[in-house]
């Protein structure tokens, strides 16, 4: 009887790990299929990367960043110019966000983090290295890899998804929750605050209204000199405006003075999206956007100092070879568009080419310009969650 009963439990012993391992053999195949589907729901984001189709041959003016080109006769240029971005994609294989059990990875909840990161290097490249500056990847100008680090995937880096996701989870955002446009530009107006390298300060224009006498204090009265007698010194700005250009989709109204934008000096690009994902749109080309888009996964590593062919390699993991572009209609609604002045008289040009061509120029302008805050004007929000009812889309900026 006793027997009976042992053989008994071991054979339910035995069922049961056999059933166990299908089980996890199952799981695995589960995940294998997921990471296919993923894979090829990313071939699909980027399909528009094609070598002949990212800038079409066209007479109209392509425009990256404030610099025109003829498609026709500088199409290298072009396509160099934008490969100069820095691009920053989801990663995975990082350390675990706030340690312990956090996530390793960005993927399906860190595109609109992404695009701010892309804005922001875009910001420190002008002011370190200028406009005019190219990549190349045999390249190893410290002053690069000096910003490059900063935006590494790890909790020391002043920029990283890291403290991105922790700023946002002080301020009511838990990590791994989206963020909208506005939400990232409040996170980075924060973190820019710690880092004295880049002495850069960013101003959020809420209510549609940019106040010129608000973003002029801030610029000169965090670098005030001792000698009263003396000027102080402009702080290079970075200008972010969010703004909401329709209910459910954008109105054909504003489609020219967004344009414009991209044409502006001054310009940073858009940080938008179309419904449900979130890009970094950084020109135009007739009544097309074009864009960097962070949906790709990629392993997390180091530069440091590209000197190994590892290095190398993940250096160039940094950089898009192709661009991609959509009708400007396709865009979702809620937008933040930026501008970086490095120097006073960039935001005196700007302030003017604001009032010229956006406001004068349009039939509805994008936004307002004041010298002054008007008396009706609420005080200033610097609140995340305050601020993102009004300016950040109910749509959620991520995969779904």
Known sequence: MIKAERNSISYFRRLYLYFRQLCIKAMMALLILREIMDCMFEAYLTDGNSETDDIPLTKEPVYILGIKYDANKELTMIRQDIQSR?????????????????????????????????????????????????????????????????????????????????????????????????????????????????????????????????????????????????????????????????????????????????????????????????????????????YLDPHTTQRTGCVEGKENEEQVEMDSTYHCKRASRINILQMDPSVAVCFFCEQERDFDDLCQLIRDKLIADEKQALFEICNERPEQYSPSVDCIDCSDRLCDSENEFEIL
């Open 86 to 290: 820095l691009w920053f994609t989801y990663r995975r294989g990082f350390v675990p966000i706030g340690g312990g059990d956090g996530l390793t990875s960005d993927k399906g909840w860190g595109c609109m983090l992404r695009c701010g990161q892309m804005v922001l290097g875009q910001a420190l490249v002008i002011l370190h290295l200028g406009r005019d500056w190219l990549w190349d990847a045999i390249s190893r100008d410290p002053v690069y890899l000096k910003i490059l680090k900063k935006f590494e995937d790890n909790r020391h880096a002043p920029y990283s998804i890291h403290q991105i996701a922790l700023m946002g989870a002080s301020e009511g955002k838990e990590v791994g929750q989206w963020f909208g446009p506005n939400t990232i530009a409040q996170v980075l107006k924060r973190l820019v605050k710690f880092d004295s390298w880049n002495s850069l300060v960013i101003h959020v224009a809420l209510d549609n209204t940019m106040i010129v006498n608000d973003i002029r204090e801030l610029c000169f009265a965090e670098n005030s000199p001792s000698n009263t007698s003396m000027r102080p010194q402009w702080k290079p700005l970075l200008l972010v405006v969010p703004l909401r250009l329709g209910l459910n989709e954008i109105n054909p109204i504003y489609i020219s003075g967004l344009k414009k934008c991209f044409k502006f000096p001054q310009s940073l690009g858009v940080i938008g999206g179309k419904p449900n994902l979130a890009l970094y749109f950084i020109g135009c080309v007739g009544d097309e956007v074009i």
